[in-house]
């Protein structure tokens, strides 16, 4: 059995932190918000001069966009922090981590926590209604388990991602700008229908960085729409089989990290 | 609990090289070369040596942040790295430099975090609590968020984060670096009565002579990556004729003062040779600082006097580098 109480105990100063500053709190909500907001508006901009993107009109896209953003936001919220780790290295952070009876990265991942990225969820979840509502989806258990099961899978996704991201700061000395750009990119890129990807893009965010199972590929199985040969729209089942290779970069590349810390040089 | 002939560290031939890159080369730079170290529980050692010695890295290796390149190492019984979450309840670390206390909280949860994460019970937490802040005065700033600490403050609640668990080994890296002589006197005085109460073990770097004379039974010097001296403090002195400095400010500048026994190190604060402020180098083994300044008094014409004076101890630095030449 896992001692859950010394992460709770971490992770409610931090929240009693966040809370104690109530005004920039609300400041930092009130912009999370706004840029979901605005983002969601671009796609809109978008379709007043096409009516489909990819096989998908608009309608789907807010769904897509609302599953991938409101997943992303939830990781970002637990696992976000992964990406001070440079700062962490620098002030020597993680080398009070070692001297703790907790494994590192269940430290690091619970050292921190961005209530404020709920208000970006919202945002998010807000969208995944509204596509919900203005798509004609035909309800069945099966639906309704895809869709349970894309939103879990997708935060399981996006977690791995910051946590590869993370693994690779130990190698790169101010990397985080070429991880950003998987990371951030990814989540952009989830927020996209995958159909209008070239091949690299296919390669990369569809299957080496699962990006495409996190929303489109549920969305395409939800409603029922064929996909394109490489991602066909069945393959919106496999979200949990991505989530789980996600993981499994995700640790390698943590471990790798960890290895070279303590091992390797500098 | 029978500590009396357990070992608490012992390293074999350890080791450790740095792979560093300059430009396109790789090099590879040797930061502890073999290491031979023994401490008994309930020991106090001073480990000491230039910057660059391999000290940090000795310590790293020790608590199983670094995996070392070569050799052996066991602490507290434990194989450091492998066996890190063990080992990690039964040592305490402080170092000077990175805080294990949360900046933005007061120090108070700080010391309830720390006590969930080695997982103490309440009427625990709230004993060794209650001893540490009694014992190292913290009741005045528990409620007082750490960045708002003075360095000496902080340094004590440190301290006290790092001994909240009741380790057996208590490692120190330079803990008295900064801090002013009331502080250090007070972290000193600590020390010595936690460890007679409890019997924890220490080890403890430092650049400061003080820390080493009033806080450790042994000590422990190395030079590029290799232990070359390991007894007492004053053995170690005597070896190398580790001198203090008496500081005199005086009502009126003199020429260099030439006292038997004394070297003369330099004046300051006056013109054509003169000096307001002057150094006299002394060995405690030959003469006694009370001597030095009667032959000083004698010197003095109708009208000076000493207005003040210090006594400088010998740095540690100091001592190293003479050790260092000797063996060059």
Redesign the interface.
């Known amino acids: 059995m896992v001692?859950l109480?010394?992460y709770?105990?971490?992770l409610a100063?931090r929240i009693r932190?966040q809370r104690s500053h109530r005004a920039s709190f609300r400041l930092d909500l009130g912009s999370s918000v706004l840029v979901g907001f605005v983002e969601l508006a671009e796609i809109a901009v978008l379709f007043l001069t096409v009516d489909r993107l990819g096989g998908l009109d608009l309608a789907a896209i807010v769904l897509v966009f609302g599953i991938a953003d409101m997943s992303f936001s939830l990781a970002d919220m637990v696992f976000g922090h992964c990406d001070n780790l440079p700062t962490y290295l620098k002030?020597?952070?993680l080398?009070?981590f070692?001297?703790?009876?907790?494994?590192l990265l269940a430290q690091l991942v619970t050292s921190d926590i961005s209530l404020r990225r709920l208000a970006r969820a919202a945002v998010g979840l807000a969208a995944l209604v509204a596509g919900l509502v203005v798509n004609d989806v035909a309800w069945s258990l099966a639906n309704a388990v895809l869709l349970v099961l894309a939103v879990v899978s997708g935060v399981v996704t996006f977690s791995a991602m910051f946590v590869w991201a993370g693994g690779m700061q130990f190698f790169l000395v101010d990397g985080y700008e070429a991880t950003n750009a998987f990371v951030y990119g990814g989540r952009y890129a989830a927020t996209q229908p995958a159909s209008v990807w070239g091949r690299p893009l296919v390669v990369v965010f569809g299957f080496f960085f699962p990006m495409a199972f996190t929303a489109y590929l549920p969305t395409l199985t939800l409603l029922g729409l064929p996909g394109s040969d490489w991602l066909p729209g069945w393959l919106g089942w496999f979200a949990p089989v991505a989530a789980v290779w996600a993981w499994v970069l995700a640790l390698a590349s943590w471990r790798t990290g960890v290895?070279h810390y303590?091992?390797?040089?500098? | 609990m029978s500590t009396a002939t357990q070992t608490v560290i012992e390293t074999r031939g350890l080791g450790r090289d740095?792979?560093?890159?300059e430009g396109m080369r790789r090099r590879t730079v040797v930061a502890l070369d073999a290491l031979d170290m023994r401490v008994e529980a309930g020991e106090a050692v001073g480990y000491i040596g230039a910057n660059g010695a391999g000290k940090s890295t000795t310590i790293?290796m020790l608590?199983?942040?670094?995996?070392p390149t070569r050799g052996e190492v066991l602490t507290c019984g434990h194989r450091p790295?492998p066996d890190?979450?063990?080992l990690?309840?039964e040592?305490?670390?402080v170092?000077g430099?990175?805080?294990?206390l949360?900046w933005?909280?007061p120090t108070a949860?700080s010391f309830?975090?720390l006590a969930?994460?080695?997982?103490l019970d309440a009427a625990r937490e709230k004993h060794r609590t209650g001893e540490l802040v009694e014992r190292l005065e913290l009741d005045e700033f528990l409620t007082v968020p750490v960045r708002q600490l003075s360095l000496g403050q902080r340094m004590r609640a440190e301290v006290a984060a790092a001994l909240l668990h009741s380790p057996r080994l208590l490692i120190l890296d330079e803990p008295t670096i900064g801090l002013d002589v009331l502080s250090k006197q007070r972290l000193r005085e600590f020390l010595v009565a936690e460890r007679r109460e409890h019997g924890t073990t220490l080890l403890l770097t430092t650049h400061d002579m003080g820390d080493v004379e009033r806080l450790c039974d042994r000590v422990l010097l190395v030079d590029r990556g290799a232990l070359v001296y390991s007894g007492t403090l004053a053995g170690l002195s005597r070896t190398v004729g580790a001198e203090r400095v008496m500081v005199l400010d005086l009502a009126e500048p003199l020429p260099p003062l030439q006292v038997a026994g004394t070297t003369h190190r330099g004046s300051e604060g006056g013109t054509g040779g003169l000096g307001l402020r002057q150094r006299l180098a002394f060995d405690p083994a030959a003469t006694t600082a009370a001597k030095v300044l009667a032959a000083v008094t004698e010197q003095l014409g109708a009208g000076n006097e000493v207005l003040d004076l210090a006594i400088e101890e010998p740095d540690v630095e100091d001592v190293v580098r003479r050790v260092y030449a000797a063996r060059r």
């Open positions: 001692d109480a010394p709770r105990a971490v100063s932190a002030a020597g952070t080398d009070v070692y001297l703790r009876p907790q494994p290895r303590q091992g390797g040089g500098g | 740095f792979r560093v890159r790293k608590c199983g942040i670094l995996v790295v890190r979450r063990r990690a309840r040592i305490g670390v170092f430099q990175r805080s294990q949360w933005d909280l949860e309830r975090i969930a994460v080695h997982g």
